[in-house]
């Protein structure tokens, strides 16, 4: 495997936990990289790097961005955003990822982008009900600021420093596993 394969991967796992945070964020980042010969998509994605698919995703990216300010459309988003994570995660994997066979490519995709994008989407809705459950909704908009800033700082390391990106990736993971044991134990 290649160093510019093992880097493509990289970049689609921390753009696919970028999109557990906001889903069109990352998507939109990716377009402006493609778009300013920052990072080559693959061929049949290459239509993301274009000026219509940069308006297209810079005004989804605002819509999502400021819906997340309105209370309960917050809430409604979130119990949308995990199989839409799952979907966009796998996507972005699939667009970045170099040099490998296409069955590779899809499995790496829906385990590894599609995965970790709905666990982090999944811990963050249920951030947004625990904060809107003990505080009224009152702490959602300081989530909201949060996550944006997470998801925006992930999709940048992840297309500049795509080896800083995986250790972050692995650390959420870690955390979001940490996350759940505690709650399972309390549970049982």
Do not use: Q
């Not at 906001?22 to 377009?31: D, H, M």
């Not at 010969?37 to 819509?63: F, P, R």
């Not at 982008?113 to 003990?134: D, E, F, Q």
């Amino acid at each position: 495997m290649t160093t510019e394969t093992m880097l493509s991967i990289f970049l689609g796992i921390g753009l696919a936990a970028s999109v557990g945070f906001r889903i069109f964020v990352p998507l939109f980042v990716l377009s402006l990289a493609a778009h300013f010969n920052i990072w080559e998509l693959n061929a049949s994605w290459e239509w993301v790097g274009s000026m219509t698919a940069v308006v297209t995703l810079g005004v989804a990216t605002c819509v999502e961005v400021f819906a997340y300010y309105i209370p309960l459309v917050d809430n409604l988003l979130d119990s949308i955003a995990v199989p839409l994570a799952a979907i966009a995660g796998t996507a972005v994997m699939v667009s970045t990822v170099a040099d490998l066979s296409p069955v590779i490519t899809w499995a790496l995709a829906i385990i590894a982008g599609g995965g970790t994008a709905a666990a982090i989407a999944g811990t963050s809705s249920l951030t947004r009900l625990a904060s809107t459950s003990t505080t009224g909704g009152f702490a959602n908009p300081i989530v909201s600021t949060l996550e944006t800033g997470t998801s925006l700082v992930m999709s940048i390391i992840s297309l500049f420093i795509p080896i800083l990106a995986i250790i972050l990736v692995i650390i959420l993971l870690f955390i979001i596993f940490r996350i759940y044991r505690k709650f399972k134990s309390r549970k049982t």
